[in-house]
């Protein structure tokens, strides 16, 4: 069983920063891909960015390429997402999950986060 805890959504204005965190517990989080996506309303849930074990790989989706960074810390069981540059389409429910490899989301039966909302006022 594996837990994880979202935290750091909120509302903020176009061209503002957010760091969203995932607190991870019950598995080896050191050997696992972490990564986040996204749902907006009425939309399906996409890829935004995932990191590899050592957090020496990552990989974007490319509409936040140069705006988004992810990162982990492998001592607090902590991945992140900093936010930079935000637009109102970066507006969604961000979910922090346990990733099968660096570039598709997990299916709905793999270990998600419960979301935080991130909102982007133009």
């Known amino acids: 069983q594996v837990q994880l805890v979202e935290s750091g959504g909120g509302l903020v204005q176009a061209g503002g920063s957010l760091r969203l965190s995932c607190a991870a517990d019950?598995?080896?989080?050191?050997?696992?891909?972490m990564g986040w996506s996204r749902q907006a309303p009425g939309k399906e849930r996409e890829f935004v960015a995932a990191?590899?074990?050592?957090?020496?790989?990552?990989n974007y989706r490319d509409s936040v390429k140069g705006r988004f960074a992810i990162s982990r810390d492998n001592a607090k069981n902590t991945v992140y997402l900093q936010m930079n540059s935000l637009k109102p389409e970066d507006t969604a429910v961000y979910y922090c999950?346990?990733?099968?490899?660096?570039?598709?989301?997990?299916?709905?039966?793999?270990?998600w986060g419960q979301g935080t909302q991130v909102t982007v006022s133009s």
């Open positions: 990191i590899n074990w050592s957090g020496g790989r990552t």
């Open positions: 019950g598995r080896a989080f050191s050997s696992s891909v």
């Open positions: 999950a346990v990733f099968r490899d660096m570039y598709s989301i997990p299916g709905p039966n793999d270990y």
